[in-house]
């Protein structure tokens, strides 16, 4: 299975601040990658797939990088909304599999 | 608008089953696969296994393999996982979640809580 290591695991930002989140993956997944935020008592939204591509709906102050194994997700200007725990997920093998989350709070 | 809409919480007995069930709307059920995850006390994601509700294929994550079961209801745009032998480590959110392509997911579920508790 391939595993996805985040990093950190938890942070906190101030407003307007930039945030960036780590994963890397045990192996080359070729761009397949997906982040999903996950608020308090709420189920799994998709922000980005395919590394880079903004799911719709999505702020632009959301932005996703990277290749080979190593990846980020951006927050450009942190809001209060943007609160929540953040994973990331392989999407290029079966089983899929997800990254430990990151925690982002307000400071 | 697309809507996964998950059965109640359960509670259950050690050793026994439960079928949770998630119907969807708003979508040609058919289009697209419909996938299980887990989460764990607030914890991380694991992928349990998605059904083709067209063909009724399945693929699951080997861990799972003997623990879930994934069925579907097309007359009533319904996907239902079947767990048994139920232990506390299954004590869990379980969330169904539809397939956008290549594994990614856009419309998830609200979540059923499963309690495996005597």
């Known amino acids: 299975d391939i595993q996805m290591t985040q990093s950190p695991a938890s942070l906190s930002a101030s407003l307007g601040e930039t945030v960036t989140i780590q994963c890397r993956a045990s192996e080359d997944i070729y761009s397949g990658l997906a982040w999903y935020q996950q608020k308090p008592g709420k189920s799994p939204q998709l922000l980005i797939y395919g590394a880079s591509s903004l799911q719709d709906g999505v702020p632009s102050r959301f932005s996703g990088s990277g290749s080979g194994t190593q990846y980020s997700l951006k927050i450009s200007s942190m809001q209060t909304e943007d609160e929540g725990v953040y994973f990331c997920?392989?999407?290029?093998?079966?089983?899929?599999?997800f990254g430990s989350g990151t925690k982002l709070e307000i400071k | 608008q697309v809507n996964l809409l998950q059965s109640g919480a359960a509670l259950v007995k050690p050793g026994a089953s439960v079928k949770l069930s998630c119907k969807a709307s708003g979508y040609t059920f058919t289009d697209y696969y419909i996938h299980w995850v887990k989460q764990s006390h607030g914890k991380s994601l694991e992928w349990i296994g998605y059904?083709?509700?067209?063909?009724?294929?399945?693929n699951y994550n080997e861990k799972f393999k003997s623990k879930a079961t994934l069925t579907v209801d097309k007359s009533t745009n319904t996907a239902y996982m079947e767990l048994s032998r139920l232990t506390s480590e299954d004590s869990a959110t379980y969330y169904c979640t539809r397939d956008y392509y290549d594994g990614y997911t856009d419309y998830w579920g609200q979540g059923v809580m499963v309690t495996v508790s005597s």
């Open positions: 997920q392989q999407g290029l093998k079966y089983p899929l599999t």
């Open positions: 059904i083709n509700p067209n063909s009724g294929y399945t």
